[in-house]
C-alpha cells in the first residue's frame, strides 16, 4: 500500500516507512504542498495512494464521494515525526488489512 502523508506530516519519514509502505511520498515532494484538498485527493485517488493525515478534511471528502482514494485518519494528534512513525509502524497490520477491505473508505488510527 502507497501511502500520501498530508503536508502537517514530515517527509522525513518516507524512508522508515519505505520497508513497510512502498512507494509512500509525501504532497512536498509532489508539488502539492501548496495545493488544496481536492488537488491532492485527486492526484491520490489518479495515482493509487492511501491518503494519510492528521485532520478531518479528507474524512469529510470520503463521506460526500468515497473510496478511491482511502484515507487513514491518525487520531494522535500533533506528535514528533517520531512518534507519528512509530504509531503508523505500530498500526501496520490494521492498515494492511484497511488496504484490502474494498468496502472500507477511512480508516480512524487511534
Given at each position: 500500500?502507497?501511502?500520501?502523508?498530508?503536508?502537517?506530516?514530515?517527509?522525513?519519514?518516507?524512508?522508515?516507512?519505505e520497508?513497510?509502505?512502498?512507494?509512500?511520498?509525501?504532497?512536498?515532494?509532489?508539488?502539492?504542498?501548496?495545493?488544496?484538498?481536492?488537488?491532492?485527493?485527486?492526484?491520490?485517488?489518479?495515482?493509487?495512494?492511501?491518503?494519510?493525515?492528521?485532520?478531518?478534511?479528507?474524512?469529510?471528502?470520503?463521506t460526500?464521494?468515497?473510496?478511491?482514494?482511502?484515507?487513514?485518519?491518525?487520531?494522535?494528534?500533533?506528535?514528533?515525526?517520531?512518534?507519528?512513525?512509530?504509531?503508523?509502524?505500530?498500526?501496520?497490520?490494521?492498515?494492511?488489512?484497511f488496504?484490502?477491505d474494498?468496502?472500507a473508505?477511512?480508516?480512524?488510527?487511534?
Amino acid at each position: 500500500m502507497k501511502l500520501l502523508l498530508d503536508q502537517n506530516l514530515s517527509h522525513r519519514m518516507l524512508v522508515e516507512l519505505e520497508p513497510a509502505f512502498p512507494g509512500s511520498n509525501q504532497v512536498m515532494h509532489l508539488d502539492l504542498d501548496k495545493a488544496g484538498d481536492k488537488p491532492i485527493w485527486q492526484y491520490a485517488k489518479d495515482h493509487g495512494f492511501t491518503i494519510v493525515t492528521l485532520d478531518s478534511d479528507f474524512h469529510e471528502l470520503a463521506t460526500l464521494y468515497g473510496a478511491p482514494p482511502k484515507i487513514i485518519w491518525l487520531k494522535c494528534g500533533n506528535r514528533p515525526k517520531w512518534y507519528v512513525l512509530n504509531f503508523l509502524l505500530k498500526h501496520q497490520q490494521q492498515i494492511e488489512g484497511f488496504g484490502q477491505d474494498d468496502e472500507a473508505a477511512v480508516l480512524e488510527v487511534y
